[in-house]
């Protein structure tokens, strides 16, 4: 099984700063990545997929770069909404699996 | 619109058992295949399992490998997860989501406990 390794597992920041998360595969899963945004009590909302490609709708702060084992979520200026926890999630093959999660927090 | 709505959810005992129902609409059910997706309170997302638009082909996690089976009725546009001889740790929201995990149900929340 791919193991996803998300880091940090946690962050502090204020608005306005930019922020990079990273997400390293323990095989290479060429850009088969996606990257979700979680709201306490909220559903998972997919921001990127094939690495780097950005959902409809999504602010155009957020970036997602990366092949093959390592990859990055940026915020380029974090905005009060942006609070929140982001999951990575390798769809290389089977099982999928997800990051632990990084739980960005407001300085 | 793209809509899955979860059921089924509740308490049950340990080493019981609960079927999961997702109703979809608003897309071709039976062209995609649909995943679960759990969460655990105040825990991370784990992928569960997945079926195919025909339901011939499964997959799942380790966790529930043995103990959960994903079914899929195509003419009611609805997905399944039969989950056998619970435990404590299967306790979380489950949710279904499309193929390419765009689109998710807002989640049912099962509670393993005595």
């Known amino acids: 099984d791919i193991q996803m390794t998300q880091s940090p597992s946690a962050m502090s920041a204020s608005v306005g700063d930019r922020v990079t998360i990273t997400c390293r595969a323990s095989q290479g899963i060429s850009n088969y990545l996606a990257w979700f945004q979680q709201k306490p009590g909220k559903v998972p909302k997919r921001l990127i997929y094939?690495?780097?490609s950005l959902r409809s709708g999504v602010p155009s702060r957020f970036s997602g770069s990366g092949s093959g084992t390592e990859f990055t979520l940026t915020i380029s200026s974090l905005q009060p909404e942006d609070f929140a926890t982001y999951y990575c999630l390798q769809y290389n093959s089977y099982p999928r699996t997800f990051g632990q999660g990084t739980k960005l927090e407001i300085k | 619109e793209v809509q899955l709505l979860e059921s089924g959810g509740g308490l049950v005992q340990p080493g019981g058992s609960l079927r999961l129902s997702c109703a979809a609409s608003g897309f071709i059910f039976s062209s995609y295949a649909i995943n679960w997706v759990r969460q655990a309170p105040g825990k991370g997302l784990e992928w569960v399992s997945v079926?195919?638009?025909?339901?011939?082909?499964?997959y799942y996690a380790d966790s529930v490998k043995g103990r959960f089976t994903i079914s899929r009725d195509n003419s009611k546009n609805t997905l399944y997860l039969q989950m056998n001889s619970l435990r404590a740790e299967d306790t979380a929201v489950y949710y279904c989501?499309?193929?390419?995990?765009?689109?998710w149900g807002q989640g049912t929340l099962v509670t393993v406990s005595s």
């Open positions: 079926i195919s638009g025909s339901g011939s082909t499964t």
């Open positions: 094939a690495s780097s």
């Open positions: 989501a499309g193929e390419n995990f765009l689109n």
